[in-house]
């Protein structure tokens, strides 16, 4: 098996790790926008606005698996835009995964939804990946691939966690009545790719733990675990925050994750953000 990963970035190069691994895979390949190696993934250009040199002859030379995290724009998704017809000459691909965005649902008023809700995105970005999705499902359609396409939560992790803000002094505790997310840990997006991966999973399914929470909770949480101390609580209405934090609040829902546990069989390695806090915590010693 070879893969290719479109957008190596935080959640493609840790699955690419734990793909690498298990030493199942003859070539992991990503697309960054430079040739910036890093990790096991050999590096190849593509950053958008026209087609990679190296990804054509790429595609077409015996990759079986194609996961995609690169963000859409209003004219839709930019790996179809630019290498559809690699993509069709891909004799070997056996399966695609496109990682999307519980953001897709909108705004549920805190509510338990599962993959069935309406979509009805509150933002720009959230639409493009609407539209994204339904183009891979086209595209996987016509061309006879199993696509999975997850819908992600808040994603975290080492290095991207309540500790370095609290550590660096952006942390703050933005207090919206009934306000609650979802989150994901990093290493929960990549066992379940790779899991997905081995098994050419086919479907749409919610990537999220097991306790959606409100944002104060976890930021004061992590402050207590280091000894920090806890921001001082500001009220959504006078928060000073940029257009694109704040159309985070206006969705507020419970993300279900039954249906990708039942898929694969397996509960999540962190199962809400105190264990996956905890975790983070401990590799930091």
């Known amino acids: 098996m070879q893969a290719l990963f479109f957008g190596l970035g935080y959640s493609s190069s840790r699955t690419a790790d734990m793909m690498a691994e298990t ?29 990679g040199p190296e990804v054509g002859k ?27 017809a690699d993509l069709d ?6 399966w695609l995964c496109y990682f999307s965005t519980v953001g897709v649902y909108g705004d549920f008023g805190g509510d338990w939804i599962d993959e069935t809700a309406p979509l009805s995105p509150k933002n720009a970005r959230s639409a493009w990946r609407v539209k994204a999705e339904d183009q891979w499902r086209t595209f996987a359609a016509a061309r006879g691939v199993p696509l999975c396409i997850f819908r992600l939560a808040g994603i975290y992790g080492p290095g991207r966690s309540g ?36 098994q050419r999973l086919a479907g749409t399914f919610n990537l999220a733990d097991d306790l959606p929470a409100p944002p104060q909770d976890v930021v004061e949480h992590a402050a207590d675990l280091i000894g920090a101390p806890v921001p001082p ?23 279900s994750n039954a249906a ?19 975790a983070i915590l401990k590799d930091e010693q």
């Open 163 to 198: 500790f370095d803000k609290l550590r660096d002094g952006t942390a703050r505790r933005i207090i919206k009545q009934g306000q609650v997310f979802n989150r994901i840990h990093v290493d929960d997006i990549a066992r379940v790719t790779m899991l997905a991966a081995q």
């Open 89 to 94: 000459a891909a004799q070997d691909l056996q």
């Open 23 to 51: 030493g199942t895979y003859a070539r992991l390949y990503g697309t960054r926008r430079s040739l910036a190696a890093s990790g096991p993934a050999i590096p190849l250009v593509f950053d958008g606005t026209a087609p």
């Open 233 to 255: 609580d500001m009220p959504f209405e006078t928060a000073d925050l940029s257009p694109m934090a704040r159309s985070f609040y206006a969705d507020n829902k419970r993300v």
């Open 260 to 278: 990708i546990k039942s898929a694969l069989g397996i509960e999540l390695l962190y199962p809400n953000y105190r264990a996956g806090l905890a």
């Open 58 to 84: 790429t595609l077409r030379n015996g990759i079986t698996h194609v996961i995609l995290s690169v963000a859409p724009d209003a004219d839709g998704d930019l790996v179809l835009r630019h290498h559809r």
